[in-house]
Nanobody, 120 residues
Framework: QVQLVESGGGLVQAGGSLRLSCAASRRTFSAYDMGWFRQAPGKEREFVAAVRRSTLYYSDSVKGRFALSRDNAKNMGYLQMNSLQPEDTAVYYC???????????????WGQGTQVTVSS
């Protein structure tokens, strides 16, 4: 129904910045909640950020450093990541359509993920 593709990951030094993009196959982010999650090897998936209507939500670990945005006309979502630290190293996933009222939980659609590696 909806395909999501992340891009923009890569290797960056601590203190640097990256901007992740999430392209949707059809109109998505104007109609669905949008979320960003990450998963490090051997760890559970972790909520990063989400938007519901015009309200933004961030995990405490990224608040003040990351910023979620979207361009509904282009069916694109973004995650601007600043002041990156080694602890941010993970595969980052975009998602659309929270299944419940809890934006940190399950979503209808997921991208394939993009690797972010932060070196010290």
């Amino acid at each position: 129904q909806v395909q999501l593709v992340e891009s923009g990951g890569g290797l960056v030094q601590a203190g640097g910045s990256l901007r992740l993009s999430c392209a949707a196959s059809r109109r998505t982010f104007s109609a669905y909640d949008m979320g960003w999650f990450r998963q490090a090897p051997g760890k559970e998936r972790e909520f990063v950020a989400a938007v519901r209507r015009s309200t933004l939500y961030y995990s405490d670990s990224v608040k003040g450093r990351f910023a979620l945005s979207r361009d509904n006309a282009k069916n694109m979502g973004y995650l601007q990541m600043n002041s990156l630290q080694p602890e941010d190293t993970a595969v980052y996933y975009c998602a659309a359509g929270a299944r419940t009222s809890d934006l940190t939980g399950e979503y209808l659609y997921w991208g394939q993920g993009t690797q972010v590696t932060v070196s010290s």
